[in-house]
């Protein structure tokens, strides 16, 4: 189990990129399989090239294949739809994933449910939702969201079992809260999850053990909110100006936890930067290796 107050998840992102390569490297010695995912961007997002450029690299890097589409932001979605069929029926595409946002003359529900939910390595196609929601296991396995599966790593690295724990997951979101709170159920944690109507969100946040903050509020979650001891899970991205009264225009990164006065009282936080976000883009080679894995009939590794 890891020491420190500190939850490095840049460096636990680390060693799981190289289990996953390890892992990826006897696929092809022993079966002749060398996993595929492909990455789709639509349009000219400056966040989501950075995104797309780092998950292409780090797909190579894995040993794995990586294929990427990128289609000019006037697509339409009927030929989005017939890349995604295309790929589809791929078989050197194991994995695919869209890259979100979409521009608006496309429906982002209409491409989700068109991806085979077996290379649905976002986990967001309703069959990996319902299979998350109902345990399913062996055949029927979900994938699942690559965000909450690197938290629920990292707090399953640090706590050992979670049963019994209380759980406060702050956010509801298809992509972070929901299955998040589905992950803690599954390891009987007792879970509320927490919104913007919530009644008194800092008494609901005191009583968590395991505190998981996935709202995009910069700072929010004020140290006493938090329980002495709780394990915090910041997932939040915000970008700020840096403290020179704007001059610079600069900007920086931070959660939604303020990290530095939670330090004294959580028993372990996770810092923004190199928290939650190093895991995300980790798991997605997690899940593009468990879906080859289990389209050739090979039971997937433990990671
Ligand atoms: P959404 O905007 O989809 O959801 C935010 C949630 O926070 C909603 O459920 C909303 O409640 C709740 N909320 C908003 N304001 C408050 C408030 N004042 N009090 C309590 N709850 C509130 O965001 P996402 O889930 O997509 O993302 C959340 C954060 O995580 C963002 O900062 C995002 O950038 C980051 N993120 C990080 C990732 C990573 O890799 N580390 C990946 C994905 C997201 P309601 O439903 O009532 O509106």
């Known amino acids: 189990m890891a020491e420190g107050k500190i939850i490095d998840g840049k460096a636990f992102a680390a060693g799981l990129r190289e289990r996953i390569g390890r892992e990826t490297a006897r696929l092809k010695a022993e079966h002749d399989v060398i996993p595929g995912l492909a990455v789709v961007l639509v349009g000219e997002n400056p966040a989501s090239q950075v995104y797309v450029r780092n998950k292409a690299r780090q797909t190579a890097e894995a040993g794995m294949r990586s294929f990427e589409h990128k289609l000019p932001p006037e697509t339409g979605q009927d030929e989005l739809l017939a890349l995604v069929e295309k790929l589809n029926n791929d078989p ?112 609901v946040a005191r009583g968590a053990d395991i505190l998981v903050a996935a709202v995009g509020r910069p700072g929010m979650i004020k140290a006493d909110w938090i329980k002495p001891g709780a394990t915090v899970i910041d997932v939040g991205i915000n970008r700020v100006p840096v403290e020179d009264g704007g001059e610079s225009g600069k900007t920086r990164i931070v959660g939604d936890v303020d990290t530095q006065a939670a330090m004294a009282v959580a028993g372990a936080i996770t810092p923004v930067p190199g928290g939650v976000g190093p895991m995300t883009i980790a798991c997605l080679l997690a899940n593009t290796l468990t879906a080859a894995c289990r389209q050739e009939g090979i039971e997937p590794p433990a990671l």
């Open 92 to 203: 050197a595409v194991n994995g695919i994933l869209v890259q979100l946002p979409l521009p608006d003359q496309i429906s982002e529900q209409a491409v989700i449910d068109a991806i085979d939910p077996d290379k649905d390595v976002d986990g967001f196609h309703i069959l990996n939702v319902g299979r998350l929601s109902t345990g399913g296991t062996g055949a029927s396995a979900p994938l699942v969201p690559c965000t909450p599966l690197g938290c629920m790593m990292m707090l399953k690295d640090r706590l050992g079992s979670l049963s019994g724990l209380n759980a406060v997951v702050i956010g509801r979101s298809n992509i972070v809260g929901k299955p998040m709170a589905q992950l803690l159920i599954k390891e009987s944690c007792t879970v509320t999850v927490a919104h913007s109507r919530t009644r008194d969100l800092p008494a």
